[in-house]
């Protein structure tokens, strides 16, 4: 589990539950949250275990744009950080490693 927040526009954002969830077939993703409290479990089916997942495959998930350089609709001023340390490079790239947290800046 690692807990993921999101600034937009200078305010936090919820990160919603049931993320990942297939409540119609009863389905959860390996990569889910429960609530809105911002932790993310990340719980693979031994055929993923070892390739772990990415900021880009939960922002996917959750039905948000996260590219290089945009976080929904505002682009030009994407920042990622990890445990307080930013991170250089592409945001949807970001390995998702438990106990972390990750801050989102958009």
């Known amino acids: 589990m690692l807990t993921l927040r999101v600034r937009y526009d200078g305010r936090e954002v919820l990160v919603?539950?049931?993320i990942g969830e297939?409540?119609?077939?009863?389905?959860t993703a390996g990569l889910h949250t429960h609530d809105d409290t911002g932790l993310v479990y990340l719980e693979p089916p031994d055929s993923e275990a070892?390739?772990?997942y990415t900021l880009g495959e939960f922002f996917t998930l959750w039905g948000v744009r996260l590219t290089s350089d945009c976080l929904a609709d505002r682009c030009g001023r994407l920042r990622v950080e990890?445990?307080?340390e930013r991170v250089p490079g592409p945001a949807p790239d970001v390995p998702l490693t438990a106990g972390t947290t990750i801050t989102v800046y958009g």
């Open 50 to 52: 070892e390739r772990g």
């Open 16 to 18: 919603p539950a049931r």
């Open 22 to 27: 297939d409540r119609v077939n009863a389905l």
């Open 82 to 84: 990890v445990s307080g």
